[in-house]
């Protein structure tokens, strides 16, 4: 059976691993698709330490096996897994911070997702990490489940209304989920910057007011009563973003840290204009169980088209095209990988 793993810096290797068997309370998955992400991005090419080195965190596929003792699901299910999932239980679940949780860093998929098969653990079976997946829904469209269900997870940390404005630091995939999380809750403006004229011209064609980066910010405030807008989403790792956020943010506003910095990363920031804006800045991980059902809802509704992001398709094999690929980012948006031929 083929998985993809990191050999060496800037290198997937696909290898030939032994096919994982499903334990106890285990299932075992046909990967369909999975998507590339941008920290499954950072782990190849970048310099970010991440707790887990493995590829593909995004995957759809078929139950193939069932181990022995699992309740509810059957050899054929279509179905989505996460590949982490919390206790519930300790301190930081009690509080909200389910992604927080060390047992939500434990949980994962052997060998990885962008594998042509992967077992799902015990636990993630258990509690909820395995959602069903309606016929209508492609496993494309399913794909996109946990990259939206980690924005919604950010929006679920400050308070909105209709007729809200935001600004999208970077329009790429996760930019653009949120451009259209922003179109579901009818925000009037949603302003997205980004340095790359594709992702501009894509911001666009959904609807968003694009703005190049090199451009001056002076256009929102000059759009918005001169307030600023409700809500910046830094959808990129570039720090500039996060002080054009703190000038653009109106009085009173939330600055959403989404785009995963790089290690080390440090900014110089005038905390007195943070402190008399009284802006909140909110950070946001990953996603839980509970915003990937929100999501699989949002998207089999059809009212976010998260799959319109989806422009280029590879197999397991061409993994280091695609990486290469969604890390120039050239004439790309969502880089989706499929199992390939059986
Ligand atoms: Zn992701
Ligand atoms: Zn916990």
């Known amino acids: ?27 075992l998955i046909k990967m ?32 193939l096996e069932v181990g022995p003792g ?19 239980l300790c301190h930081y679940c009690k509080h909200g911070n389910e992604t927080m949780c060390p047992k939500y860093y434990e949980t994962n998929l052997t060998p990885c997702g962008l594998a ?51 600004a999208i630091f970077g329009a ?21 910057f980004d340095v790359n004229e594709f992702r501009l011209d894509f911001a666009k064609k959904l609807g968003a007011i694009a703005v190049p980066a090199t451009q001056s910010t002076h256009q929102v405030y000059s759009e918005t009563q001169n307030r600023g807008v409700d809500v910046s989403i830094v959808a990129t790792s570039n720090l500039k973003a996060i002080s054009d956020a703190i000038s653009i943010t109106r009085k009173g506003g939330t600055i959403v840290l989404f785009g ?30 509970l915003d990937t059902k929100k999501s699989l809802d949002l998207i089999s509704s059809n009212k976010i088209n998260a799959g319109a992001l989806i422009t280029h398709r590879y197999s397991l094999d061409e993994s280091q095209r695609a990486f290469e690929h969604a890390h120039t980012g050239q004439n790309a948006m969502k880089i989706i990988i499929h199992r390939g031929k059986d």
């Open 1 to 27: 059976m083929k998985a993809a793993f990191v050999s060496a810096r800037s290198t997937v290797m696909i290898s030939d691993t032994q096919k994982p068997r499903p334990g106890e309370g285990e299932l």
């Open 172 to 192: 790429g995939p996760t930019g653009l989920l949120h451009l259209m999380i922003a179109q579901a809750n009818e925000f009037s403006k949603i302003f997205c």
């Open 70 to 88: 699992v309740v509810g699901f059957k050899e054929g299910d279509r179905v989505f897994t996460h590949h982490h999932v919390p206790c519930y």
């Open 116 to 166: 042509e098969e992967y077992v799902v653990p015990e636990w993630n079976v258990k509690h909820g990490g395995v959602l069903k997946i309606p016929d209508s829904m492609s496993f494309d469209d399913a794909a996109m489940i946990e990259p939206l269900a980690c924005c919604i997870r950010s929006w679920s940390k400050f308070r909105y209304t209709k007729g809200d404005t935001a």
């Open 32 to 63: 369909q698709s999975c998507g590339i992400c941008g920290s499954d991005i950072e782990k190849v090419f970048g310099k970010y330490g991440q707790p887990s080195m493995r590829l593909g965190h995004e995957p759809a596929g078929i139950i």
């Open 260 to 289: 995963v910095p790089s290690k080390g990363a440090t900014m110089e920031i005038d905390m007195s204009i943070v402190y008399s804006k009284e802006l909140t800045i909110s950070p946001s991980y990953a996603a839980s169980d």
